[in-house]
């Protein structure tokens, strides 16, 4: 059961220093995250690590670096947990998995402390299951808008159909990540308000699943919304047949470039239904650093993983990942440090503003074939105007 997971409960703050005439504690310390974050060793990762055995004199650390994307992490790490990193990169949806395997260890002490300390509820709770903390989140994880401001004004972009109205926008209909946001948008629901009630299930359906089905249908007939997965979207909008495309920060770069000097990002806009404005909302949710309670040197492993994902390293995080690894620190964020990076304020406003917290629930993983039978019809025209209810 979770909360039976074992409890991670290191202090924060380094200890004091051992004894002048002891020797440190040889450890070895094994870290899995994404190629970016340890491709040399000015990486973050290396970068980071080095900084904390520094700080950590009681120890002798030898750091062995794997690659294993946040995103794998609930399918590698629980391959063999005996086997796998010390501490690891996550992406918070895949938390059930891990819980499940016994595969990542309750924080508590300091640690917890801190990671209340340093954020948001909604990163918080990401990282929760029943009251108890799994993971130190380093960035929100989510999707917003990207679009040409010579095309859009401020005003334009609060609703997606004055957009429509002046240029089409692409959307990765077909992507299960992104569809939902039509239906919340309509008054749909995942597995309760809070995503947590597995019994609840997906209401998508009904009156208001059968008009937000109508909204993407007609507007794909009509080509005002264009398919934008794999890469579409972005070649569109450099062309310019596009004046808005709807992505993550690590695609921040790529738009930056296609769009120049016109390059703007913003939280999700409204849509109409029924005569009423209603409000997409994009799935939201962290990547972490998880423990994995099998360590044999589990204090240690807590220690780091708050080392990195503390709000001094998310900064260090980015500015070596060239402001594609957005801080979730509530100090970082309210600094206004990154005021003028427009992928970290529209991510940060699409977080507070626009998103549903990502259930992590096993019941989850009975969604996503579905939706994305469902996104291909839209685009392959099969669900239209006549039968969209």
Not at 8 to 33: M, Q
Not at 212 to 236: P, R, S
Not at 242 to 255: E, L
Request: hydrophobic letters at 45%; a negative charge.
């Amino acid at each position: 059961k979770p909360t039976e997971a074992p409890q991670a409960e290191a202090p924060a703050a380094a200890p004091e220093a051992p004894a002048a005439d002891a020797a440190p504690e040889k450890i070895t310390l094994k870290v899995w995250g994404p190629n970016e974050d340890q491709a040399d060793e000015n990486s973050f990762l290396k970068v980071a690590c080095a900084k904390f055995a520094e700080a950590h004199p009681e120890w002798d650390i030898t750091f062995v670096f794997e690659v294993c994307a946040e995103g794998d992490a609930g399918g590698m790490v629980t391959k063999d947990p005996s086997a796998a990193a010390d501490v690891y990169m996550y992406a918070n949806d895949q938390l059930g998995a891990l819980l499940q395997a016994n595969a990542i260890a309750r924080l508590g002490g300091d640690v917890e402390a801190q990671v209340k300390a340093d954020n948001s509820e909604t990163m918080i709770a990401s990282v929760s299951k029943d009251g108890a903390l799994y993971g130190v989140p380093f960035t929100g994880n989510t999707w917003f808008m990207y679009y040409d401001k010579s095309v859009y004004t401020e005003e334009d972009i609060k609703s997606l159909d004055a957009m429509m109205a002046k240029k089409p926008v692409g959307f990765e209909v077909t992507n299960t990540w992104y569809l939902p946001a039509f239906y919340f948008a309509a008054g749909g629901s995942m597995f309760g308000p809070e995503g947590t009630d597995g019994a609840a299930g997906v209401q998508f359906g009904g009156e208001a699943g059968a008009a937000a089905t109508l909204y993407v249908a007609d507007a794909l007939a009509a080509g005002l919304m264009i398919e934008g997965g794999g890469g579409v979207g972005l070649d569109k909008m450099r062309n310019g047949e596009i004046g808005a495309m709807f992505s993550g920060t690590w695609d921040a770069g790529n738009y930056a470039d296609a769009l120049g000097e016109n390059y703007a990002a913003a939280q999700l806009p409204c849509i109409t239904i029924n005569g009423e404005e209603c409000q997409l909302r994009s799935f939201a949710g962290s990547k972490a650093f998880g423990v994995n309670p099998n360590s044999a040197n589990v204090k240690a492993a807590s220690l780091l993983a708050a080392w990195l994902g503390s709000a001094e390293m998310q900064d260090l995080h980015f500015e070596l990942r060239n402001g594609e690894v957005i801080p979730c620190s509530v100090a970082l964020i309210e600094s206004g440090k990154y005021d003028t990076n427009p992928a970290a304020v529209a991510q940060n406003d699409t977080i507070a503003n626009t998103s549903f917290l990502q259930p992590t629930i096993p019941e989850m993983n009975t969604y996503w074939g579905n939706a994305n039978s469902m996104g291909q019809a839209l685009v392959n025209g099969e669900i239209n105007a006549d039968n969209a209810a």
